[in-house]
């Protein structure tokens, strides 16, 4: 029974998320039900191609990625797939009318860590918009369940949320992303004279896409808001831990926020949300 087959294959995406990403799973279970299945298969997505290019050492990871790329097109085009993540992605893609240019912009950044590269302006802001902005927009698509209008007047600020979230990523695993990857995001920076100021200088363009990415968030649907508001929540927290930080002492170890005060979160912001006062 297709049926069957296209309920495993959600519950593969379901899986997926929650073993990657308690956050993650966190906030898709806040969403009203009809959110939550496609918005696991978007994360399934994501995650395989970004396991591709952060994972898979000892392959060639470019084949891996060229093929992965291929095989999602098809997908898309036949309405199938053999893939499990594929095909409950595909199944979104088609449904919500997806951009597919959104999905080549995605795996066009993931392709760019395949290199060391150098980033100026305007590759750092290329990469952002693929890696994140674009999977913000997806999210977007289904929140919106076809409503171009409502699309339209809410794709800026989710692009600025996904810019927030994606920004905050590269300040927290700087220390990983150069050392063990190669990596500096960061236009213009060197690792080695980076210091406070420039970190100062980063926060403060990080400060205005938060702004713009919850403006947003009170204009989404009630079924989205609440998920995405939460995410927002323990985003900021973690920025806050990273403002009170020297560059010295991310470098020596890893940010992040503890499942106790996730829990404080969760509780206060939702109570903050059904009263209407984010």
């Not at 302006?121 to 409502?150: D, H, P, T, W």
């Not at 994606?166 to 992303?177: A, M, P, S, V, W």
């Amino acid at each position: 029974m297709v049926e069957l087959y296209d309920k495993v294959c959600g519950e593969c995406s379901r899986l997926i998320t929650k073993r990657y990403s308690t956050s993650f799973s966190l906030g898709i279970r806040l969403f009203a039900n009809e959110f939550r299945a496609p918005i696991y298969s978007i994360y399934g997505f994501v995650r395989f191609a970004d396991e591709i290019v952060d994972t898979f050492h000892d392959y060639d990871k470019k084949a891996l990625l060229n093929d992965f790329r291929e095989e999602t097109f098809q997908a898309i085009k036949l309405g199938i797939s053999l893939n499990p993540v594929l095909q409950s992605f595909q199944q979104v893609v088609n449904e919500y009318n997806i951009d597919l240019d959104l999905i080549e912009a995605f795996l066009y950044s993931m392709e760019m860590d395949l290199d060391k590269i150098q980033y100026d302006r305007q590759k750092y802001e290329e990469y952002i918009y693929g890696s994140a902005e674009v999977v913000g927009l997806m999210c977007l698509k289904i929140f919106c369940k076809g409503n171009e209008e409502k699309y339209l007047a809410l794709k800026d600020d989710a692009m600025a949320l996904g810019s927030a979230f994606q920004k905050i990523n590269f300040l927290r695993d700087i220390k990983d992303d150069y050392y063990n990857k190669g990596r500096t995001y960061f236009p213009g920076v060197d690792i080695e004279c980076f210091d406070d100021a420039k970190k100062k200088e980063i926060e403060e363009d990080i400060e205005i896409d938060f702004s713009q990415g919850l403006n947003g968030i009170r204009k989404l649907p009630q079924g989205a808001r609440l998920g995405v508001y939460i995410a927002y929540i323990f985003y900021y927290n973690l920025f806050n831990k990273i403002k009170r930080m020297s560059f010295d002492k991310i470098l020596s170890e890893r940010v992040r926020i503890k499942n106790r005060r996730k829990a404080y979160l969760l509780a206060k912001y939702s109570l903050k949300h059904s009263l209407n006062l984010i």
